[in-house]
């Protein structure tokens, strides 16, 4: 079955800076490649998802990038500001069974 | 407005006892699923769900179980609870086709002692 794997656990960085996520996958099978947020206390909630046909989406200020042959995929956040503070989850669907597997979240600390 | 819902949001119980976390959903999605989040493991699926009468083991499974008897509910049942399984339980749900986004509940918060 799929495996995620997501580094790195935790990452501070300064407000403005860039934050990058990086998570990879082993089921070549995989095709939707969402990411998560959740802050304290909270459930977590897609921000961002990206399939297997694409190779980079953006959203504002966030951004996804995959590399279906190395089999990884990447959360970027450019401008990052004391709200992007949380814990941000990516996750691996296999074609056909709508299961999500989760890598093991990374907290990002935006230091202000 | 449509939602998904989770009960009791915290419990606190004893080693050994019988201990279930509803589940209810109004959006009439067919994919239900339970996980578990612990710190360092992050989200790991307990049991799914794709339609009435259909459940599925997770990664985590043991002494975990579920039943689906329609399709706005789906109760976690430990068995015999052991100190293993305090933990976040988050109850999600998707449809079965379109854009996949999983929606998560706000968690039941298990203590076992």
């Known amino acids: 079955g799929e495996n995620v794997e997501q580094h790195p656990s935790t990452l501070s960085v300064q407000e403005g800076d860039s934050a990058v996520i990086k998570c990879t996958y082993s089921?070549?099978?995989?095709?939707?490649f969402p990411w998560y947020k959740q802050e304290l206390g909270k459930r977590p909630q897609l921000i961002i998802d990206?399939?297997?046909?694409?190779g980079e989406k953006k959203d504002q200020r966030i951004a996804v990038t995959l590399n279906k042959t190395a089999k990884h995929f990447s959360l970027h956040i450019t401008e990052t500001q004391p709200e992007d503070s949380a814990v941000y989850f990516c996750?691996?669907?296999?074609?056909?069974?709508?299961?999500?597997?989760f890598g093991t979240g990374t907290r990002l600390k935006v230091l202000a | 407005d449509a939602e998904i819902t989770q009960s009791p949001r915290h419990k606190i119980t004893e080693t050994g006892r019988q201990v279930t976390l509803a589940c209810h959903q109004t959006?009439?999605?067919?994919?239900m699923f339970w996980y578990r989040q612990d710190l360092g493991h992050g989200l790991r699926l307990i049991h799914y769900?794709?339609?009435?009468?259909?459940?599925n083991k997770g990664e985590v499974s043991d002494g975990y179980s579920v039943s689906r008897s329609n399709t706005e509910d789906l109760p976690l049942t430990l068995e015999s609870a052991a100190s293993s399984q305090t933990s976040v339980y988050f109850c999600?749900?998707?449809?079965?086709?379109?854009?996949?986004?999983?929606?998560f509940g706000e968690g039941s918060r298990l203590t076992v002692l």
């Open positions: 999600a749900s998707s449809q079965h086709s379109g854009t996949g986004e999983l929606f």
């Open positions: 089921d070549s099978a995989s095709n939707y």
């Open positions: 990206i399939r297997s046909n694409v």
């Open positions: 996750a691996g669907v296999t074609s056909g069974t709508y299961k999500y597997i």
């Open positions: 959006w009439n999605h067919n994919n």
């Open positions: 769900s794709y339609g009435v009468q259909d459940t």
